[in-house]
Nanobody, 125 residues
Framework: VQLQAFGGGLVQTGGSLALSCAAS????????MAWFRQAPGKERKFVAA????????YYADSVKGRFTISRDNVKENVYLQMNSLKPEDTAVYYC???????????????????WGQGTQVTVSS
């Protein structure tokens, strides 16, 4: 599956942004999807994930209550609605996909085989 992320930009503290990730390939609904982010000089970190079937969602504690992950299996897109943004949310955001990742590994970047190119999110203070 090929992934392409959209929607990054510059926003002030407290603002909102919506990211989207378009997938191309077969059987999108069978892929578990996730968002990760990477700040300069830091490792890539888990943000949120959503299962292919059932749509169960998972969030990093740092974004819980502020971010919402969702998916549209017909349009083959996954979304990340980000509200109440903080300067520490500044990073390049990546979408990721994998069919076989188990629940205990959903927050592990190495568990995902497919990655989008990343989109920059900058939150000004």
């Amino acid at each position: 599956v090929q992934l392409q992320a959209f929607g990054g930009g510059l926003v002030q503290t407290g603002g909102s942004l919506a990211l989207s990730c378009a997938a191309s390939g077969r059987t999108f609904s069978s892929y578990h999807m996730a968002w990760f982010r990477q700040a300069p000089g830091k490792e890539r970190k888990f943000v949120a994930a959503i299962r292919g079937t059932g749509g169960i969602t998972y969030y990093a504690d740092s974004v819980k209550g502020r971010f919402t992950i969702s998916r549209d299996n017909v349009k083959e897109n996954v979304y990340l609605q980000m509200n109440s943004l903080k300067p520490e949310d500044t990073a390049v955001y990546y979408c990721a996909a994998d069919r076989g990742v188990i629940t205990s590994a959903l927050a592990t970047a190495a568990a995902y085989d497919y990655w989008g190119q990343g989109t920059q999110v900058t939150v000004s203070s």
